[in-house]
C-alpha cells in the first residue's frame, strides 16, 4: 500500500498535468472553430504559459526535496543502526572490564600462590642438581662409544672409589657443541647419579 509521501507526490504531478493540459485543450478547440472564436489575448496567454511554467518548475523542485527527504530519511536509518552497534560495542566493553577488575581483585591470592610455585620449583631444581657431578679434563674422544661404562671404570680403577652396588646413571654426556673443543681444552663430563649417595661419595673423594 502506498503511504502518504507517494500519494501526496502523484497527487501534485496530476494537477500540473492537468494545469498544463487544460489551456492546450482550451486553444485547440478555439482553433477548430476557425474564424467564428473570438480574438486571443496574446499577453494572457503569455502570462498562462508563465504560470505554468513557475508551477512545473515549483513541481520539479517539490520532486528534487522528496528525494532529499528520502537520502535524509536513509542516512538517518544508518546512523540509528550505527548508534544500535556502538551500544552493543560498549556493553561488551563494560563486560570485559569487570571481568578484568574482577582478576585484578584476586591478583594477590595469586602473586602468593605464584611466589609458593617459584620456591618450589627453585628447590625441585636444587635437588636435581645435586646428583651432577662435572668432570674436567678428560680429553675427547677419550670414552668411546659407552660413556657410562667408561666413567664407572675411570671412577673405580683410576680414583679407586669402592662402590656397593656399582655406580649407575640416569644420564653421562660432555657440555657443549664438539666443534668448540680441543685438545688443548675438553668439554667437561657432566654425570647425574641415580644414588645420591654415590655423588657424594665421588665428590668427598675429589676433595680428599
Request: charged share 25%; hydrophobic share 35%; net charge neutral.
Amino acid at each position: 500500500m502506498p503511504n502518504d509521501k507517494t500519494a501526496s507526490k502523484h497527487s501534485r504531478q496530476l494537477l500540473f498535468s492537468e494545469a498544463i493540459a487544460q489551456p492546450k485543450a482550451m486553444t485547440a478547440q478555439t482553433a477548430s472553430q476557425g474564424h467564428t472564436s473570438p480574438p486571443v489575448d496574446q499577453p494572457a496567454l503569455n502570462a498562462t504559459d508563465r504560470i505554468l511554467q513557475e508551477i512545473a518548475s515549483v513541481g520539479r523542485r517539490l520532486e528534487a526535496m522528496d528525494l532529499k527527504i528520502t537520502d535524509l530519511t536513509l542516512a538517518s536509518s544508518s546512523i540509528r543502526a550505527d548508534i544500535a552497534g556502538f551500544r552493543e560495542t560498549a556493553n561488551n566493553l563494560d563486560q570485559c572490564l569487570s571481568a578484568v577488575e574482577d582478576h585484578i581483585a584476586t591478583t594477590p591470592d595469586q602473586e602468593e600462590e605464584l611466589k609458593s610455585l617459584r620456591a618450589k620449583l627453585t628447590e625441585l631444581k636444587d635437588r636435581s642438581r645435586r646428583d651432577n657431578v662435572l668432570f674436567f679434563g678428560i680429553p675427547e674422544q677419550k670414552e668411546g662409544s659407552d660413556i657410562k661404562t667408561f666413567l664407572s671404570s675411570l671412577l673405580t680403577n683410576h680414583f679407586g672409589i669402592e662402590f656397593s652396588p656399582p655406580p649407575e646413571f640416569q644420564r653421562v654426556h660432555r657440555i657443549g657443541p664438539s666443534h668448540k673443543a680441543s685438545a688443548n681444552k675438553p668439554r667437561p663430563i657432566i654425570a647425574c647419579f641415580l644414588c645420591h649417595e654415590q655423588a657424594r661419595q665421588v665428590i668427598s673423594t675429589a676433595k680428599a
